[in-house]
């Protein structure tokens, strides 16, 4: 794991975007984004039992595995979004970003590699993308079904439960 300051230059979304300024997890826990580093399957399995998480699947992000749909689902997952639930993924392979919204809305990139896992909190801002690899294999948890809908960023959120809970929280 490694996060930084998103450096706003043009240029591929998948490029590294390194303004030099780095984050460390007290400033991400802070924002309500927690990071643990589970190299054994036991460590995500008490995690996820410690938090009702009853579900997980599995799946791989790269062109080989989505043909001709992997560039539009990249762009997809790179729209500017939150969630009524929180969101964890954890990294079995191949790279990721990760990027949230700071206290002064200013994007904070989490590079996530093998074993790293992330719980971002419901409410939060923030988007995904692949890295010039073009290959990332994650586990997504969940407590219940499957709820992955994307709430793109607009005015109308500011009324929004999570999001009013989650701005009263952590900003
Ligand atoms: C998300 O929420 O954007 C994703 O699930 C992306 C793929 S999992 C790293
Ligand atoms: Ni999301």
Known sequence: MKAYMYDNLPGDQRLPHDSGRAVD????????????????????????????YKNRDEIVVSPEKMGDVYEDKVKMFFNEHLHEDEEIR??????GYFDVRSKDDEWVR??????????????????????????????????????????????????????????????
Not at 29 to 46: C, E, Q, R, S, T
Not at 141 to 164: I, V
């Open 25 to 52: 997890t007290d400033e991400l826990a802070k924002l309500g984004v927690l990071y643990y580093h589970f190299p054994d399957i036991d460590g995500v399995n008490k995690l996820a039992a410690d938090r009702g």
């Open 90 to 95: 954890y990294i079995r392979g191949g790279q």
């Open 110 to 171: 989490v590079r996530l590699e093998k074993d790293d896992l992330l719980i971002l909190p419901a409410g939060i801002y923030h988007r995904f993308t692949t890295d010039e690899s073009n290959y990332v294999h994650a586990m997504r948890l969940f407590q219940d079904e499957p709820k992955w809908t994307p709430l793109n960023r607009c005015p109308d959120l500011d009324t929004n439960a999570q999001r009013q809970e989650y701005v009263g929280q952590y900003l």
